[in-house]
């Protein structure tokens, strides 16, 4: 039954190498671009901390029209940036590029949500008690909306495993590549079964893991 | 202590410009407890949210301890703000901070050194009640508990002036009593000056020293309790009088029992 999988073993172990890399990319630029974007558009939006119209419509717009594109699209049309950053757009850290836009934009909306999810009147108290935007965010807002921002970091990291699948069309390998090259090309159905067994226990961990750590922070 | 000099504030709605306060003024002595009440839309909320400037208004004078609140700079205004502490309805305590970590709150925002912290927020505590449950989170306690949470983390920077905004209007008579119990307590101990919006006249009568009654956005009467009664043009001004006289009778028979 698992005749083609042995000999492969190797090769995914590296496709798997090259997912976890991918995965790591995106939510490292998640966390440092999306987040702080994500907070920008909280504070500048009508009614928020620091009001600012101007730079509330450039950043939704931008963020809205990277997330309209489906990701495949996305990947194709940043061939040419990715090409001008790393000088290539095969391998695996060129395909993370596109894939790391389209977190920065994902998480950036959800983080946003977390944290419009904040009671007003908690802000509110801060700001009686004399609190400066900073101390209001970082004493106040960012820990009421930990739980959120640790769901929403899950729900995106389950996403990049997705994304990262299509990035095997731009060179970039990983799991999904591997398994529509040998599972589906070669009609290797061990591998196929195999490598979706992988990838359903790897979601599995993420979303288990996120929802425990979102659980610890959460005291309400 | 503080004085309200002409003041006004209209909001902004689908249906055009609402009047929520128009030409109050009120003189607030030093270490007086002094009632707001009114019915719903009276704009009682919306004057007390003025002497902290949570709400700004549209016109008219905020002095707060010889501060024209107003005038100040984003940088003083926060300065100022530490020096009056408020509690709310709905006690807005940090869910995910600690019972002690919102009464470090305070304290962090008003640049007290982390040594110095730590005993005033045990002292704050002691003065509620709650030296116990420090280690608490805000969600494991009774909303009486949370009030006096509250209570620790307004008077943790030790206030001139306390604001209450209904603080007693999410919990029941006997909780209610309790936290009265604590805001009077305070108020003799430290003279601060409280100001209490409420709609409940039980709420004013145990614990004020005078009473402002609102009506449509103005002041309609003041009640000094301490002096002999005038002329009440307010409905709700003669009913705070008549529950007064009907307290008082009750407590004169039993004090005969």
């Given amino acids: 039954m698992f005749t083609h999988l042995s000999e492969r073993l190797p090769e995914l172990v590296e496709a798997l190498w090259e997912t976890a890399t991918m995965v790591g990319i995106a939510t490292a630029s998640a966390l440092l671009l999306g987040l702080p974007l994500g907070t920008l558009m909280y504070l500048s939006r009508r009614g928020g901390l620091r009001e600012h119209a ?48 389209a977190a920065v934009a994902y998480y950036s909306r959800l ?110 | 202590m503080i004085e309200l000099q002409g003041v006004s504030k209209r909001f902004r709605t689908a249906d055009g410009d609402v009047p929520a306060v128009s030409d109050v003024s009120l ?57 009056i502490g408020m509690i709310f309805q709905h006690f807005n305590l ?22 110095q912290r730590r005993d005033v927020v045990q002292q704050s505590l002691q003065t509620v009640g709650l030296a116990d449950k420090a280690r608490h989170y805000p969600g494991q306690l009774s909303g009486g508990q949370k009030q006096r949470v509250a209570i620790a983390r307004a008077i943790a920077n030790r206030p001139k ?26 108020n003799e101990a430290s003279g601060v000056t409280i100001v209490i919006v409420t709609h409940e006249l039980g709420v004013v009568n145990r614990l004020c020293h005078r009473v402002a009654v609102m009506e449509k956005g103005s ?17 709700l001004g003669r009913a705070i009088l008549e529950e007064r006289r009907r307290d008082k009778d009750y407590r004169d028979v039993y004090a005969f029992v």
């Fill in chain 2, 161 to 186: 002036v306390l604001l209450c905004d209904e603080p007693t209007s999410a919990l029941d008579p006997q909780t209610t009593g309790e936290i009265l119990k604590y805001l009077r307590a305070i």
């Fill in chain 2, 94 to 115: 940090v869910a995910n901070r600690s019972v002690q970590d919102n009464v470090s709150l305070a304290l962090e925002i008003a640049g007290v050194p982390k040594a």
């Fill in chain 2, 27 to 83: 003189r607030i002595r030093p270490g007086e407890i002094f009632g707001i009440v009114g019915f719903s839309g009276a704009g009682k909320s919306t004057l007390l949210r003025m002497i902290n400037l949570l709400e700004r208004p549209d016109a008219g004078r905020v002095v707060v301890g010889g501060q024209e609140l107003p005038a100040l700079s984003p940088a003083r205004l926060r300065q100022a703000r530490q020096s």
């Fill in chain 2, 219 to 235: 002041v309609r009467d003041t009640i000094a309790f301490d002096e002999s009664p005038r002329e009440l043009s307010s409905v």
């Fill in chain 1, 54 to 101: 101007a730079l509330c419509a450039a950043v939704n717009s931008v963020v809205n029209l990277i997330r309209s594109f489906p990701f495949l699209i996305l990947l194709v049309a940043l061939i040419p940036v990715t090409r001008f950053l790393l000088g290539t757009s095969l391998g695996t850290v060129a395909a993370s590029v596109p894939l790391a836009v």
């Fill in chain 1, 111 to 220: 983080s946003e949500q977390s944290l419009l999810e904040v009671d007003a009147g908690v802000i509110e108290a801060a700001t009686a008690l004399g609190a400066t935007v900073r101390e209001i965010l970082f004493k106040v807002v960012f820990v009421e909306a930990l739980p959120g921002l640790l769901l929403g970091l899950t729900i995106s990291i389950v996403s990049f495993i997705s994304y990262s699948t299509l990035a095997g069309a731009v060179g970039g390998g990983g799991i999904g590549d591997f398994a529509i090259r040998y599972g589906y090309y070669r009609f290797e159905t061990d591998v196929m079964v195999t490598t979706m067994a992988i990838i359903a226990v790897i979601v599995q961990a993420v979303q288990f893991g996120g929802g425990r750590l979102s659980r610890r922070f959460d005291k309400r």
